[in-house]
């Protein structure tokens, strides 16, 4: 398994942007998949946005589309979320997560997950 420490979230006011963090110990990180989940309060675990190991295919909710975009550096065994024209409906913990193998949108076929990180979105 992959040790991931998520950074980058806080307090924003509709309209604004953010942009996450996401580190990935270990020297394997090429190997994995990684993804974006969130978790608002009294709600279920949804998908967010996931990339590929090569970086080649990304895949985002319909709700984030056009407004979120996944990347990562190999270099700095790091992905990123940027995300613009947030809305308080993106309040939520925001967790990184990992997959040996495929992207997918699953939770429960990521490996690792980290601690999360605080979104708000005050309107």
């Known amino acids: 398994q992959v040790q991931l420490v998520e950074s980058g979230g806080g307090l924003v006011q509709a309209g604004g942007s953010l942009r996450l963090s996401c580190a990935a110990s270990?020297?394997?990180?090429?190997?994995?998949?990684m993804a974006w989940f969130r978790q608002a309060p009294g709600k279920e675990r949804e998908f967010v946005a996931t990339?590929?190991?090569?970086?080649?295919?990304?895949y985002y909710a319909d709700s984030v589309k056009g407004r979120f975009t996944i990347s990562r550096d190999s270099a700095k065994n790091t992905v990123y979320l940027q995300m613009n024209s947030l809305k308080p409906e993106d309040t939520a913990v925001y967790y990184c997560?990992?997959?040996?193998?495929?992207?997918?949108?699953?939770?429960?076929?990521?490996?690792?997950w980290g601690q999360g990180t605080q979104v708000t979105v005050s309107s």
């Open positions: 997560a990992a997959r040996a193998g495929l992207y997918t949108t699953r939770a429960d076929l990521h490996d690792s």
């Open positions: 270990g020297r394997t990180f090429s190997t994995y998949a």
């Open positions: 990339i590929s190991r090569s970086s080649g295919n990304t």
